[in-house]
Nanobody, 118 residues
Framework: QVQLVESGGGLVQPGGSLTLSCAAS????????MNWYRQAPGKEREFVAG????????NYADSVKGRFTVSRDNVKNMLYLQMNSLRPDDTALYFC???????????WGRGTQVTVSS
């Protein structure tokens, strides 16, 4: 059974930091590209950051470049998102997604809430 379980969300003040984690099981994690997405209330889900299966290349949405860092541990089957200099517009439900290739399969977690507010 495929599972992606996000954790690490919470309430943080503007300028603060959080690290999100995504624990993967039920598939061969090291063979999948992994991504972080987010969805704010009333908005569509958007790409945040991604990393290829080997971890040797990553990419980011322009809105988070220089502030967020994605990483993975293919031994522990974990994906991470280090978020610094958080802003109120980073408030969203954050999801991790596993991608088996351009046509899938794709697996999603249920998300972890990040709220940036003073």
């Amino acid at each position: 059974q495929v599972q992606l379980v996000e954790s690490g969300g919470g309430l943080v003040q503007p300028g603060g930091s959080l690290t999100l984690s995504c624990a993967a099981s039920g598939f061969t994690f090291k063979d999948y590209a992994m991504n972080w997405y987010r969805q704010a209330p009333g908005k569509e889900r958007e790409f945040v950051a991604g990393m290829i299966s080997t971890g040797r290349w990553s990419n980011y949405a322009d809105s988070v470049k220089g502030r967020f860092t994605v990483s993975r541990d293919n031994v522990k089957n974990m994906l991470y998102l280090q978020m610094n200099s958080l802003r109120p517009d980073d408030t969203a439900l954050y999801f991790c997604r596993a991608s088996g290739g351009p046509t899938g399969p794709y697996y999603w977690g249920r998300g972890t809430q990040v709220t940036v507010s003073s």
